[in-house]
């Protein structure tokens, strides 16, 4: 394939999928046929894209061949091209996850449709190198989402729906009066135009602006105190989106944090880091506790989602290059281990039909594979060694401490402490303790495409942990090349 | 003329600030809408405010002198069908719920997030809830 189109395959390939499968609206194998096609054919073109950005540093093309910086453009470097590998990766975890009867909704006809639409939103925001146009894909985002949650119809997933709109709404407005103020300012949108504006701004005027925008920013990752939207409706989501939507949504407010505060205005101000810093702590601290309170394998995951944000976001606080390392390569392996647990609590409500720990149990004995296939994301969320999350704490925890950051090292080890406690809550009630109703009831279902999906992304889990120095290499080499 | 739509943009996002807080879903809504536009104004006003000549080149000269920047509007426009789009959407969304709950008061709405029970473990779902024919 020819470079041109290999830069906005991201976003062709899953626009026109959702296009083809809502065209598809009344013929369900037909429409699953096409958006396995493709997911496919987007996590091929990512590869692609992957291995070209990989050999030349990075892709650019300008829309409508209008000169830099006037008109839209997208670049892709090699923080981009591997979020939309994992972006496509995730994509597929989850569309063969639907296959499956693990907790799959409705199969409301649009469902399909919308995924590849917040696949395009998101991959999107990876590949833009334009301020409004990010806006845009926020928008693709949000709607979309949106869609998702309101498609089930019942009564909690509306509630959802609503505290998630009105707050993410929010959200995308200050994001857009950020946006304008910012152009007001520089007179430019295009990522390249605006960090040599950045540097005559004067300082004042370019920390208010940028605290709006990473105000806007923080709110789509989750960070504290924003974070009210996520676990108020994540839980009400059919698995397989959940798990989307758990690995990717967050992920794509933090990567803008990176690409504005570490790519575009550099240096960022020095204020804004050590607010962000402190937020990161925060973050981290109230996420952890508000699992430790759940009984919910869902909602106990969404806090956790919450927790780790806190950790990515650490490692831009920080604000060196080893600081973005750290955080592309959390960032990469949290998005893969996250998604898989959430799909994992999806397989325990097939075998046991309920997702509380207090009804289900005796797992260990009745399914050990599953007990094993739970443990290697679980302990890689916690940090065990050799998982790929021990290789990740260690890279944000060494640039800490290497800055001599002492209270923010302390607070990330405790938070490691107490996802270990979540996670052996979930080990010793759902596997561990026998069945509160002595035997697990027989349950008749598709299961196969669930194993393969959490078996696969286990297997990448694995595969970081065991050789993460081919990972933290081209971590490396995305953070060097940075405009630092 | 800029203090003037200053003055302006504050008012509206004043306006839509207090709705939004309000525990009526319906003004929540409507505040977020009023909200919404205060930001389009916010953009509109990011271009030069003074010139109303319009931005396009007459033939035979390639420079343009004294015109409005045809950019803002260009966003404006892309604010508002979006914005207009997620007001149809949540304008529906919020019907639906006050139609099927029979209230308009967001703390009655705690169906995603029950209250605790004795306040040391979240309560347990209901059977209906866990049933597999409610998540299919």
Known sequence: M????????????????????????????????????GVLAFLLAAIGLLQSVDAQGHLAMQFGNWEKPFGIAFLIDRTGASLVLITALMGTASLVFLLSDADP?????????????????????????????????????????LGLFAIGRRIDQLDGTFKYMALNLVGTLLLLMSVGMIYAATGHLYFGALS??????????????????????????GAFPLFAWLPAAYHTLPAPVLALFAGLLTKVGVYTVLRTLGDVFTPAPGLLMEALGWIAVATMVTGVLGAAYHWDIRRILAFHIVSQIGYILLGIALNTEAGF???????????????????????????TGSYDLRRVGGLYAARPLLAVLFLIPALSLVGIPPL????AKFLVLQEAIAQGRVAWTVAALLVSVLTLYSMMKIWMEAFWKPHPEGALAPVQGRIWPAYLATTSLAGITLWIGLAPQHLLAFAQAAARSFNL | MTWLLALTIWVTLSTGLYLTLSRDLLRCVLGLAIVGSGANLLLFLTGRIGSGQ??????????????????PQALVLTAIVIGFALMCFSLVLVLRLIER??????LDLRLAEPPGGDGVKPPLPTPAADAREART
Request: glycine share 6%.
């Open chain 2, 54 to 71: 319009p931005p396009v080149v007459p033939l035979g000269e390639t420079v343009l002198s004294q015109a409005a920047n045809p950019l």
């Open chain 1, 105 to 145: 909704g409705s199969r409301h006809p649009l469902t399909l449709p919308l995924v590849h639409g917040v696949l395009a939103g998101v991959s999107g925001s990876f590949c833009t190198a334009d301020l409004f146009n990010l806006y845009v894909w926020f928008e693709v985002m949000l709607i979309c989402s």
């Open chain 2, 101 to 106: 709950q029979r209230t308009d008061d967001v």
């Open chain 1, 2 to 37: 020819s470079h041109p189109a290999l830069v906005i395959a991201p976003v062709i390939i899953p626009l026109s999928t959702a296009m083809l499968t809502a065209w598809a609206y009344r013929r369900p194998a037909l429409q699953t046929a096409i958006s396995l096609a």
């Open chain 1, 388 to 391: 790929s999350g021990f290789w």
């Open chain 1, 196 to 221: 040599e504006a950045y540097a005559t701004l004067p300082p004042g005027l370019a920390l208010a602006l940028l605290t709006a925008l990473t105000l806007a920013f923080l709110m789509k990752a």
């Open chain 1, 325 to 351: 390392t750290a955080t592309l390569f959390y960032t990469l392996h949290h998005i893969v281990v996250k998604a898989n647990l959430f799909l994992i609590g999806a397989i325990v409500w097939f075998w």
